[in-house]
């Protein structure tokens, strides 16, 4: 141990932590937005924002393709997609796997984020922002889609940052965003978010559950084990048509063999429908829940 | 933080550990066997032996009815059941729940372990040590079983601590011990253990899996989260005659409600089947292990 | 390391900490006033109220011989001791190896720290409590220095926990408690208080050397390392007469002979006049130091 | 404290550690001799080598003022210095205050290093490095010692790290070295050369004394607090024919003043006796190190 002097501490609440042994510093510096820590743990690659864990090279996996793949392959042929955040570019390396996907717009607040994803995060983006499919955008989410004409989209994934006081993910999580998503997807669009920890921030993950609820006629909240996020971590697919749960194995394997989707390490049709399930406690918080997240009085992270 | 100064540092590796503030120290000392520590952290009452967290007040019913209920229900009718480890007193509180249950008889090796539940984890085992359908052996575990008749048992419930160089568990995860097992168990019997987690040490889990399938026709893997574990936990079912992934739900709960079994908070008919489901990458590492624990070679944890 | 799982991180500031690994904890509890910890560390028994380090079995007889001999050694007949604090007792244990001292009066606040003493702290007093000479008050040292007579005690020697907001030990360094000690001392009497450290808080230090300076004739600082508070400590003398630094080692020596003070373990003629010697820095600092503590305004440690 | 996420651990003892937050990386890589961290914490720009602090910002005047001016003042006339190490550059830069020095020969084994402290460490050189007095080599310094022609330096001052398994530096602390320094020393000339702590690791300085001892006629031990050490750091001069204890404080404000001595932050007549000062138990200590460190059986830090 004495040979370990560089750690990250991670925390999870004012009463727990997680910590990193830092083996080698690749990028730790400032953007007008955030702090950025590019760090190799025992994870490998592990990317911190705000000293919060975002992804990193051994896991990365389990998030992005549990993020991108429910909602795309609920679609019956998703072919314009907008994805809002991702700056690792493996958000949009999952949506190009799709065949059928025509353009994928990517709007990222942070283009200093974006450059050093570009020098440090190939194994995330694998050139996926130079795929002629992909058009990238710096701009403020929130705006882009209020500016956007109605109607443009098949899939909207919302893949930004928890948010919390001062972050600039915060207009992303609330009621009348939402709205703003709902307008801008086409008649059997869907949309899917992260939606924080339903372990450590379950009340968060309800609240974005509910808020959802109120805008989409079919709201599904499902769940995965992120290992470097050391719990179960949320997302809410809101939708005009579909519904994630109608879907059959059968019927996902299909599209999955029609659509070429290869290279899938965690995703499967076998598990697609566990995704969803929950144990009766959390179910029974979300229940309960009835907060709607809006401009005036957003959902916060509890840390 | 300058107001909190006691702490846990739980190694998961050498290269990263978990951080539990102590608000209150209950008890910690040593017996026999191993070192205990009761303490309160953010998870209320909170167990430690040997340094890992074995169960807290706050998630205890996951694990705990995770571990029993998959089990008990898969069987027609459970009516003696065996326990192996579990000093908490919560898994005979949860195989209790099955009126269909005529004995549980629990075999704990460490009689101080069971002296500090019966004092500080009454939210834990609930006065089951006073049931009268329960019989407590201080006993070890694995003598105990060897010296049983054959077909004595419906099902048994191995909820001891991980196998490390030194633990008095170590001979509870091997080949000839499933051995001894199979043969206490009756002809439609079938076993669980707790397997360690599929995400820290899902080798472990995979050996564990691979041995009781060279014992059992029937083997089964799930697992679930648990907050205070950070992971995924996993479980495993070797069955002579009953397998798990053919009840349906109706039957489920046709059971449930049948064996009068109530005030559960976290398993129900619904995430049964789910509880089963396992990403690719967790399939394709229980699809190539194939290593056999044995008394010569035992399974260790990696730290 | 995995072996080491209890942990004290003790704050020195919000950006530095000190972690002692907790080989035991022999007793963990609140009083009316105080959080108490007395664990087992490489430091052996360790004591730490409201989370700070008060002394450890192996260096507390620096601690303690610096605060008791420089001030009775300068008395020419140190007769009537005062003692405010000090509830390990070893205070009052090295103020009874001058033969000389006719009656110790120690006031404690804390009646159950005495007693977890007399249980646990054996080392440190080594039975003075039930030295004939010395007279135990359990009573706020403040009141009980305000209500005693005039011209009382030739030696005050105040130990008491360090200054933050809503500490019992607040009141005892003001300017208007040592207006108070100055008053019961008889006329060639002197006090000496621990004045907390000279690097991590040379502010708090600084200012009570003044705030006495205000009060007493003559004021010497001087300071000496302890290992297990990581820095120099700091203590004030304020004199009516005698002068610390006017006392040649041949003095001192014959002193030591003469009182049969024996078993010092690190205190001798030869280090006495080096504990007053302090680098420019710290000269400077208390030069410029201007600081009156006062009961409207008293000082704070900085965390 | 959650915003603070970026700490060193370094690691004292296998049961002892301190936590320096990290506010600003600033280099953090691997030599051909060393693992170097430059980061900025509570103490400024904070330097690591093999995760032991080396020297801060804030309080480096300390230990380099401690190591050069005792030694330096002790000799009459200093005209030719030779420094093995010190690579930040503040070494010679106390020497370099020195107006009788003619000549500063400094060996560093890392150019890296040099490089590292000429990019980032201005505050500890200030320029030294183009000193027209100053002579760098990068070389080793036990071969350059033994290649030198014999009587060729007034001092000779060795600022290496501490010696453990592996370290470059571990052929600096021991008897066949020292012979060689003494041969390559005037007839009047003296070593000084920084001991570890006398706190954390007195065995290893009381050894380094002993064996000075073996090979100078004269061999005087000091120590001073250094606060980013959190100990005392010990030194030992070997000296052919000066005794820096034989110097009164008439004849040491002499010198300062003859050799235009000015911008000393801690260093003053006043204390140079009192550095010299220790207690019973490190005296008795050192009374009773008989230990040799030889290249055979050298000497090594204790962690």
Redesign the interface.
């Known amino acids: 141990?004495?040979?370990?002097?560089?750690?990250?501490?991670?925390?999870l609440?004012?009463?727990?932590?997680?910590?990193?042994?830092?083996?080698?510093?690749l990028y730790?510096g400032k953007t007008k937005y955030q702090e950025i820590?590019i760090v190799e743990?025992?994870m490998g690659v592990h990317l911190?924002i705000d000293?919060k864990t975002q992804s990193t090279e051994f896991d990365e996996?389990?998030y992005h393709e549990s993020l991108v793949h429910p909602a795309l392959l609920t679609h019956e042929k998703p072919s314009e997609v907008l994805v809002i955040g991702g700056g690792e570019g493996a958000t949009i390396r999952e949506v190009l796997k799709h065949n059928v996907v025509e353009k994928v717009t990517m709007i990222d607040i942070d283009d200093i984020m974006i450059e050093l994803s570009k020098k440090y995060l190939l194994k995330w983006h694998k050139g996926s922002f130079n795929n002629p499919r992909v058009k990238l955008v710096i701009a403020d989410g929130r705006e882009f889609i209020e500016k956007s004409p109605s109607a443009s989209y098949d899939i909207v994934i919302l893949d930004v940052t928890d948010p919390t006081p001062g972050s600039p993910s915060n207009k992303l999580y609330t009621y009348e965003f939402y709205k703003s998503v709902y307008k801008v997807l086409k008649e059997d669009g869907l949309m899917v978010t992260q939606a924080t920890s339903t372990?450590?921030s379950a009340e968060v993950f309800a609240t974005i559950y509910y808020t959802i609820s109120k805008v989409f006629p079919i709201t599904r909240g499902y769940h995965v084990?992120v290992?470097s996020f050391?719990?179960?971590w949320g997302f809410v697919i809101g939708s005009k048509k579909y519904d994630p749960l109608t879907l059959s194995e059968d019927e996902l394997k299909k599209r999955i063999l029609a659509r070429n989707l290869r290279n899938?390490?965690?995703?499967?049709e076998?598990?697609h429908?566990?995704?969803?399930?929950?144990?009766?406690?959390l179910l029974e918080l979300i229940e309960k829940t009835k907060r709607l997240s809006t401009d005036q009085t957003p959902v916060y992270m509890p840390?």
Chains 1, 2, 3, 4 share one sequence.
């Open positions: 141990l004495e040979n370990r002097w560089r750690w990250i501490i991670e925390w609440t004012p009463e727990s932590a997680h910590l990193w042994y830092i083996k080698k510093i730790s820590d743990t025992e911190l000293g996996f389990i372990s450590f084990f290992p050391l719990s179960m899938l390490s965690f995703y499967h076998g598990i429908r566990a995704l969803f399930a929950m144990g009766k406690n840390i």
